[in-house]
């Protein structure tokens, strides 16, 4: 089974502060993906790697970073955190390319900022 | 931009009744298509995929595919308590990203 891990369930923080979401995934997969999941919104990209040191802008990066030093694992940096970012993070990860690649998602982690 | 749309619900169907989830997506190259179940305060979970037009049926899940009219649908038949969530259709052409609707809530009555 694949397994996808995230480092926090919850998390709170302040205003300014910078935060490090990491994500693992035990599979040897190619692809990682972070979103962020908003009511009534769906889950939007904000990220994805498809290798080491590799990294694409998804549809909503600005306040975000990413980096992907080894290939199990690929955090999310919250430069200076604001309360709009206070959702819910799901990092996910799929094993190639190609329209037949499913993802593989870990169990999320609610970032409240205060 | 593309898009991928589904009725927000909540869908409110009795125990053992046929509930029918719809999707409907902008991008005519979509090649893939998903359904994700996630149940409340739990991460997404693959329940099906289809890639080709007509019926996939797996237990007492079956997706549909309609690539002419851009329509892809899950029907659930003998519809349980445990099936109450919220369903996420997801579409990809041959690239990296997957694009998600923002789901359909599920109720089944017992």
């Known amino acids: 089974d694949v397994k996808v891990t995230q480092s926090s369930r919850y998390l709170v923080k302040r205003t300014g502060e910078k935060v490090f979401l990491e994500c693992v995934q035990d599979m040897d997969h190619e692809n990682m993906f972070w979103y962020r999941q908003d009511p009534g919104l769906g889950l939007r990209l904000i990220y994805f790697?498809?290798?080491?040191?590799?990294?694409e802008k998804g549809d909503i990066p600005e306040g975000y970073s990413v980096s992907r030093e080894k290939k199990e694992r690929f955090s999310l940096i919250l430069e200076s955190a604001s309360t709009n970012q206070t959702s819910m993070y799901l990092c996910a990860s799929s094993l190639s390319g190609g329209s037949t690649d499913t993802q593989y998602f870990g169990p999320g982690t609610r970032l409240t900022v205060l | 931009q593309k898009e991928v749309e589904q009725n927000s619900g909540p869908l409110s169907v009795p125990e053992g009744a046929i509930a029918s989830l719809n999707c409907t997506y902008s991008?005519?190259?979509?090649?893939?298509f998903f359904w994700y179940r996630q149940y409340s305060g739990k991460s997404p979970e693959l329940i099906m995929s289809i890639y080709s037009n007509g019926d996939k049926e797996d237990g007492r899940f079956t997706a549909q595919l309609n690539k002419a009219s851009q329509y892809v649908s899950l029907l659930i038949r003998d519809s349980q308590p445990s099936d109450s969530a919220t369903y996420l259709c997801?579409?990809?052409?041959?690239?990296?990203?997957?694009?998600f609707g923002a789901g359909t809530r599920l109720f089944v009555k017992a």
């Open positions: 997801a579409v990809k052409d041959g690239g990296f990203k997957t694009i």
């Open positions: 790697s498809y290798d080491v040191k590799m990294k």
């Open positions: 991008d005519r190259v979509s090649q893939s």
